[in-house]
């Protein structure tokens, strides 16, 4: 983890991380709201919040704060609450190049934690994170993640700010990038792909693009856009995706809460994930240059959106669970080879262990919908993985 030595413009001062600076007073701050406290005794039961808040006091910066209280706080979240957290292709990360890693994304909280802690072990820096602000429900949370090295993207702009937002953001991507010397995570789109069907937006890349003064190819290259792919073996959401689906289809215009964003974060958060895997392809750079130089913007942006994509899909990691999954939407035994009658057997049970924790009242047909929902949320990876690699149609 490297200290930040460059301080963020004033223009910046809305969206990105606290200059370190100011990290003393805003940890300050922090430790008196009583949100803060109720967090951190949640998580962590057994704590001594006053020695906690001393501990907190003596650091300076956020690179202390990574190092002395995320590294081992998410250290034993692996280990309470996984089987293991493991990556490859990090021989693919030039140590002088600064990249946007954008990936897939599976649960609020963890995707870019467990991959910040990934980047750690193998002697990386770690990055910024994106992190909307929909999901920044109390003052604290919005202190939190800027003391631990994370920048804002404002969601709640209305359609005549909506360009001067996106504008300001990728302005603030670009100056991390090539003035600060700090690589950042995004996600490939909005919120998190709930039936695990993962796809780059188009709106994306061009916000990506926005501030490089130049054409959108040229624009990305300048951030050295870099996909990572990331795979669960559970997705302790699951039930709640699914629920969502079946609320959406009775009620078109349904719109979660932030009670449901809450619970989203702390069941993410604390439950079983079983094994995680992220794969880090390499950056993309080089194959923009397949872009033909004719191509409108519109264009440009889809092509960029099928090479992430594809380096995406082809790189996740594939547990029994994709596989059965994938049989059993698909009434077949393509992959009957990859898993036992029990392994089956305790799958389909941890379907159903899921779907009894929905509250609401569901009838039968309602039931069905919601357990091929959460099957099809397995198998989308294994199908989208055959189609990148030219198995399957």
């Known amino acids: 983890m490297d200290c930040e030595e460059i301080k963020v413009p004033e223009e910046f001062s809305d969206i990105s991380p606290y200059n370190d600076e100011d990290f003393p007073k805003e940890m300050a701050l922090l430790i008196k709201e009583p949100g803060f406290e109720h967090a951190v005794r949640y998580v962590m039961p057994n704590v001594d919040y006053d020695t906690f808040c001393q501990q907190l006091l003596k650091i300076k910066n956020k690179h202390d704060f990574q190092l002395q209280i995320m590294l081992p706080f998410l250290k034993r979240l692996v280990n309470e609450t996984t089987n293991g957290v493991t990556a490859s292709g990090t021989e693919n990360i030039n140590d002088d190049v600064h990249n946007v890693y954008i990936s897939n994304h599976r649960d609020i909280v963890l995707d870019a934690s467990f991959m910040n802690l990934c980047l750690t072990l193998h002697g990386k820096p770690t990055t910024e994170i994106a992190i909307g602000n929909n999901l920044l429900i109390y003052h604290w949370i919005d202190s939190l993640v800027r003391l631990n090295k994370s920048f804002i993207v404002k969601r709640d702009t209305s359609k005549r700010h909506a360009l001067e937002a996106a504008q300001h953001l990728s302005a603030y991507i670009h100056f991390a990038i090539t003035q600060k010397h700090q690589s950042v995570w995004i996600a490939q789109r ?56 079946l609320l959406k289809k009775k009620d078109p215009d349904f719109k979660k809460s932030q009670h449901d964003d809450l619970l989203s974060m702390e069941t993410g958060l604390l439950q079983n994930k079983g094994r995680a895997h992220f794969h880090f392809c390499p950056c993309i750079n080089d194959q923009l240059d397949s872009i033909p130089a004719n191509c409108d913007k519109n264009e440009a942006a889809r092509f960029i959106c099928n090479i992430t994509d594809k380096a995406i899909h082809s790189n996740y990691y594939i547990y029994k669970n994709n596989y059965i999954a994938y049989d059993v939407v698909n009434n077949c035994t393509t992959f009957a080879h990859e898993y036992s009658d029990e392994d089956k057997a305790m799958f389909i049970g941890y379907i159903d262990s899921q779907l009894d924790k929905i509250d609401m009242p569901t009838t039968d047909d309602d039931r069905a919908y919601l357990k091929h929902m959460m099957l099809v949320m397995y198998a989308n990876p294994l199908t989208n993985q055959l189609i990148a690699k030219g198995v399957a149609n």
């Open 190 to 245: 909005e919120g998190r792909a709930k039936d695990s069907d993962d796809r780059t937006q188009e709106s994306l890349i061009k916000m990506l693009a926005l501030a490089g003064n130049t054409d959108i190819v040229n624009s990305i290259r300048q951030i050295n856009l870099m996909p990572v792919s990331i795979s669960y073996e559970f997705d302790p959401n699951d039930y709640l995706k699914a629920k969502e689906f």
